[in-house]
């Protein structure tokens, strides 16, 4: 997520972003604010208590929605990649067929 400069403004991906106490708003659809879903949208090392499996699938929908894990937010755009602790942990997981990196062997 990132803030323009110029106008105050929030982006993730392609897609505009807002948020109050009870949403968070991409391009207009809804999604409910919580803890663990606010860890994955600003935080590069998500707290792994505060992130249900519920919010991860919500962080995804956000992800698809947005085409913020493609190559120039692009919806052909190939899925990046990253050795970030939060791409390993959260974001690779819900686009691959792998299982989730154990929390232990990354510390």
């Given at each position: 997520?990132?803030?323009?400069?110029t106008?105050?403004s929030?982006?993730?991906?392609?897609?505009?972003?807002?948020?109050n106490?009870k949403h968070?708003?991409?391009?207009g659809?809804?999604?409910?604010?919580?803890?663990g879903l606010?860890?994955l949208?600003?935080e590069?090392?998500?707290?792994?208590?505060?992130?249900?499996?519920?919010?991860?699938?919500?962080y995804?929908?956000?992800q698809?929605q947005?085409?913020a894990?493609r190559v120039n937010?692009s919806?052909?755009g190939?899925?990046?990649s990253s050795?970030?602790?939060?791409?390993?942990?959260f974001?690779?997981p819900?686009?691959?067929?792998?299982?989730?990196?154990?929390?232990?062997?990354?510390q």
């Amino acid at each position: 997520m990132y803030q323009d400069e110029t106008d105050g403004s929030f982006t993730i991906g392609s897609s505009g972003i807002k948020f109050n106490n009870k949403h968070v708003l991409v391009d207009g659809r809804k999604y409910k604010a919580t803890q663990g879903l606010w860890e994955l949208l600003t935080e590069a090392n998500p707290d792994r208590n505060s992130v249900t499996m519920q919010k991860r699938q919500t962080y995804k929908q956000i992800q698809i929605q947005s085409n913020a894990h493609r190559v120039n937010y692009s919806p052909s755009g190939k899925i990046k990649s990253s050795k970030t602790l939060k791409y390993i942990r959260f974001i690779s997981p819900l686009f691959s067929n792998t299982k989730e990196v154990p929390w232990e062997s990354l510390q």
